[in-house]
């Protein structure tokens, strides 16, 4: 019974990193989307430090050169260029590939600019996730609380983002003209990333979904924050922008 009871921690850790991934890394920093209120912003920025220890800019940097060069040479992490299984199981190393080369943040991220809270806590991405698996050891005891990081880290780099880079530029539907593709179980466990070829063909919407039977989990959330006065949409909705 302890042994589910961790492994549902574990998962919601997952999706706690998810959302922040989708809501702030990605709406947000990458694309201009939507705005956060600044406490908002920095509790989205404690999620990913204690989750992920991925820094701000060098994800929205990865992912700004990903649509310069969809699919084609250039492309930090094609399965078109790279292969399916490279992509799905090897992601993490494409993407520290990506980061050696250090003009890349100097060309996609001028815009970014690090904070006094970078500078002392979230540029250092190994004491957030340390602190991070201390406070699930805390929780539900050393063995536990290893094993619940554990599960998480696998989860988050090997099925949950690598699924979004591999599995969506791979197999899936279209509802426009680009090589993403969608598929609709991987969007549920993604917040909505799953929604991979709407996201292409509308890189700046906040909303990820545009069928009746589309679901991005993250768009109620954005909504929430919105109506609590804590986000702000500054880009129209797929929807809105057809017309």
């Not at 574990?10 to 709406?27: C, D, E, N, W």
């Not at 999620?47 to 310069?68: D, S």
């Not at 992490?77 to 494409?94: A, K, R, Y």
């Not at 880079?165 to 593709?181: Q, S, W």
Request: glycine share 8%.
């Amino acid at each position: 019974m302890y042994l589910l009871f961790t492994l549902g921690v574990a998962m919601i850790v997952s999706q706690i990193a998810v959302f922040s991934t989708t809501i702030y890394l990605h709406r947000t920093m990458a694309h201009y989307a939507l705005t956060l209120h600044p406490s908002m912003a920095w509790i989205f920025r404690c999620f990913l430090w204690i989750t992920t220890g991925q820094k701000t800019r060098e994800w929205v940097a990865v992912h700004r050169k990903h649509h310069t060069f969809v699919d084609r040479e250039g492309d930090p992490h094609s399965p078109i260029l790279e292969g399916f299984w490279s992509i799905q199981l090897g992601n993490v190393v494409h993407y520290a590939r990506a980061l050696r080369d250090k003009n890349i943040l100097i060309k996609y991220t001028p815009d970014i600019k690090e904070d006094i809270w970078d500078k002392w806590f979230f540029n250092y991405g190994l004491l957030g996730v340390s602190l991070g698996t201390v406070i699930l050891c805390v929780l539900l005891g050393l063995g536990w609380g290893l094993l619940a990081a554990g599960v998480h880290a696998v989860t988050y780099v090997f099925i949950l983002s690598s699924s979004i880079n591999g599995l969506c530029h791979y197999k899936g539907y279209k509802n426009f003209f680009n090589t993403a593709t969608n598929l609709r179980f991987v969007a549920l466990i993604t917040a909505g990333e799953g929604l991979h070829n709407n996201h292409h063909g509308f890189t700046h919407s906040p909303k990820f979904s545009v069928r009746w039977n589309e679901i991005d989990p993250a768009w109620p959330v954005i909504k929430v924050l919105n109506t609590l006065g804590l986000a702000r949409r500054v880009k129209k909705t797929i929807s809105e922008q057809k017309g």
